[in-house]
């Protein structure tokens, strides 16, 4: 596929986590695990293309040094920049969307003022990332997980702190099928400011965004998600001092255990770590294995955001149905 956001992270080495999407165009790269501003590398990633992304000869920014161990991450939005979205009462600059990969990424001009934005989706948007261009910003999350209310907190991402609650980020206000809130805060909404926001929606069978209740256990509880995770990412939301812990099954796989123990965190640079934080990658959903203070504390709330290994549904949310074969081997 041609991807529209690609997160890189070195594996082996101390890096932080190097953004690039087609909305504000490649070369340029922003850090879910650093407050700095956009910075413009032409050397690093430098082109999307239709079968995936292209890299120069890294000379600043590292997602190309010789013989490091290196992943990435890719989500599909419209295959290009896309063009201005004027659902809201901010016009994006552009946006660059597909309802059905649930994805979109946009950018737009901060007034200072309470605001609505389109995000493209046509559904309501589940988990929204916002990082300021031009300047030191946080790296600021809305997600459904939050609470009951998830509309009057928000979280950071480049740090370990749990649940904000500020009334002027979101306006105190739901995001809906066509546009999401913005209130004063400064680093999503400051005059002269030019922003980037990532937004997802689940697809049944897809992905899914949600929240579980830790048990400390090593049997912990099955955190339905209607498929087996190839991606998940989990935040403790009750407790600072944790972090957006991230596994998947290309790095993982149980190589080295029963479980998926290979860990990096979204916000830092440390490199990839075999842990003792195992999770299980289950037909329908997942389960964590031991009771690490980033996954599975009695009490404690977390949210997770998970991709399929294989999508069980096809585009119209029908169940795939199983099939048979018999024949010799080749």
């Known amino acids: 596929m041609q991807p529209d956001l690609v997160w890189i992270k070195e594996r082996s080495a101390v890096e932080g986590h190097k953004l690039f999407d087609a909305a504000r165009g490649a070369t340029n790269l922003i850090q879910s695990s650093s407050a700095g501003p956009e910075q413009d590398q032409d050397t690093s990633l430098t082109a999307f293309n239709s079968d995936g992304f292209s890299l120069g000869i890294d000379t600043g920014e590292i997602v190309n040094d010789d013989g490091v161990a290196t992943v990435a991450w890719c989500w599909k939005a ?31 001009s901060g007034t200072g003022s309470n605001a609505t934005i389109g995000h493209g989706l046509g559904v309501v948007p589940e988990m929204l ?22 509309h009057t907190d928000y979280m950071v991402m480049h740090g370990t702190g749990a649940l904000v609650d500020n009334a002027t980020a979101w306006q105190d206000t739901a995001p809906t099928s066509t ?73 993982s ?45 009695t009490g404690r709330r977390y949210l997770y955001m998970a991709y ?7 585009s119209n949310g029908v169940p795939c149905t199983a099939t048979a074969a018999t024949g010799g081997r080749g």
């Not at 600059?93 to 059905?100: H, I, L």
């Not at 190589?255 to 123990?261: Q, V």
Request: hydrophobic letters at 35%.
């Open 78 to 108: 419209g295959a290009g920049a896309g063009s201005s979205n004027t659902d809201g009462s901010i016009n994006t600059t552009t946006t660059s969307v597909s309802t059905t990969a649930g994805f979109s990424a946009s950018t737009y």
């Open 129 to 150: 990332l916002f990082k300021r261009r031009n300047a030191s910003s946080e790296v600021l999350v809305y997600h459904k997980g939050f609470a009951s209310d998830p």
């Open 179 to 251: 546009v999401f809130s913005i209130g004063t805060y400064t680093d999503i909404n400051v005059s002269g400011g030019t922003m980037i926001c990532y937004a997802w929606a689940g697809k049944q069978g897809f992905s899914k965004f949600g929240s579980y209740e830790g048990n400390s256990s090593s049997d912990g509880a099955v955190v339905y998600t209607g498929f087996s995770p190839a991606f998940l990412m989990v935040k403790c939301v009750s407790n600072a001092s944790t972090d957006w812990m991230v596994t998947d099954n290309k790095r």
């Open 253 to 297: 796989h149980n190589k080295d255990s029963a479980y998926n123990n290979w860990q990096l965190r979204m916000n830092a640079t440390d490199a990839e770590e075999n842990g003792t934080v195992g999770v299980d990658f289950l037909h329908n959903g997942f389960k964590w294995r031991d009771s690490a203070n980033d996954a599975n504390v």
């Open 308 to 314: 399929a290994h294989a999508p069980m549904v096809n």
